[in-house]
């Protein structure tokens, strides 16, 4: 299967094993997570859970 990256790589793995795969990063001064919850074709992600904090000291 092709694949776009490593990362959707390890989020198809993750999704086999029945974990959850989570996402977190720094942007723009926020902390944005969400949850990747299927990949239901190549090169799309389907995610939900999407929150947005304000970043960590460190992060900005």
């Known amino acids: 299967m092709p694949l776009r990256s490593l990362g959707h790589l390890r989020f198809h793995q993750t ?3 029945n974990k959850k795969a989570r996402v977190s990063f720094a942007f ?8 990747v919850v299927a990949c239901p074709q190549y ?5 939900g859970s999407i929150n947005t904090y304000p970043a960590h000291r460190g992060l900005e």
């Open 28 to 35: 723009d001064g926020s902390q944005i997570e969400f949850e």
């Open 15 to 17: 999704l086999k094993e």
């Open 43 to 47: 090169g799309v992600l389907e995610v």
